[in-house]
């Protein structure tokens, strides 16, 4: 599975990381971003794909991943098989 953010509609309450931080992390700017290990997907970051950049779900993270989609109030949180 694999999992992205829509910046525009993240509304930056923290949920998601609260849900599932080995997937979502909260940068400075209040937004959520993915992450896939250490790498996080943030053009901040050194990534060139920027927030829009796929992250693969860890194993056994998918449950919480799902959840943490469900229940964002933004529902910027988007899966893909």
Known sequence: MKVWIDQDLCTG?????EIAPDVFVLLDDGLAYVREG???YAEEKGN????????????GMEDVT????????????????
């Open 13 to 17: 309450d923290g949920l998601c990381e």
């Open 48 to 59: 060139p794909q920027g927030a829009q950049g796929l992250a693969t779900v860890p194993a």
């Open 66 to 81: 799902i959840e943490a989609a469900e229940e964002c109030p933004g529902e910027c949180i988007f899966l893909e098989p």
């Open 38 to 40: 250490d790498k996080i």
